[in-house]
């Protein structure tokens, strides 16, 4: 068996801690990484994304390929699904820690360093992305970024506050249903882990599902 890779990605600028650990195949390219982040955290990948080895002058650009060249905002863009994990970010950047940015409007930034593999970790390994740790849940999309989410949070764990209802309603929590910032169900993460590298979408080369 290959040893996998080990990355935790840590999501940024929130009232709480939201972070997922996972083991990812060795030869995995940006593409899968971006749609494994995507399934792991809970995101609906209705939005652009980009990896970048710096959050800000950055000299790596990597997500989906442009229509049209637009070199004077950043470094000319790679195709994720030509670009490998490790070659790029763990032989060719020193496994220095990187970024994921999603949604250029409500800029969620992902920071995602690389961690030693354990005895343990590789017991649990069977060849297949697996989330060894996770905390916290991920925030709604289009919610307004993290200045959106702490209004959110704020709304929704307050039955008093006059935009309580409609906040639920926008949502879609049921009659008793709690909101827990908190909750994270590591069973349904592997699911959705194992469903994705299992199917026909893993080694394609679309973005939209």
Excluded at 30 to 37: A, E, G, K, P, V
Excluded at 40 to 47: I, Q, R, V
Excluded at 86 to 95: D, H, I, P, S, V
Excluded at 173 to 200: A, G, P, Q, R, T
Aim: with cysteine; glycine share 4%; charged share 30%.
């Amino acid at each position: 068996m290959i040893p996998p890779i080990k990355i935790k990605i840590e999501l940024q600028d929130l009232p709480h801690k939201c972070y997922r650990t996972l083991l990812v195949p060795e030869n995995i390219n940006m593409r899968q990484l971006h749609f494994l982040i995507q399934e792991s955290f809970g995101w609906f990948n209705t939005h652009l994304f980009e990896f970048k080895d710096a959050k800000w002058k950055s000299t790596l650009s990597i997500g989906m390929p442009d229509e049209v060249e637009m070199e004077w905002i950043g470094p000319p863009k790679k195709d994720a699904h030509k670009v490998k994990l490790k070659e790029t970010f763990l032989e060719q950047n020193n496994a220095k820690a990187f970024w994921y940015w999603y949604d250029f409007g409500d800029d969620w930034w992902h920071r995602i360093t690389f961690q030693k593999v354990t005895q343990k970790d590789l017991k649990l390994y069977q060849d297949v992305p697996l989330c060894l740790k996770a905390q916290g849940k991920c925030p709604p999309e289009d919610v307004g970024g993290p200045w959106g989410y702490a209004e959110f949070l704020e709304i929704i764990k307050n039955k008093d506050h006059p935009e309580h209802m409609e906040t639920r309603e926008w949502y879609g929590l049921e009659e008793d249903e709690v909101y827990d910032e908190n909750y994270v169900n590591l069973s349904e993460i592997f699911h959705y882990l194992n469903e994705f590298y299992n199917s026909k979408d893993w080694k394609s080369k679309c973005y939209d599902l």
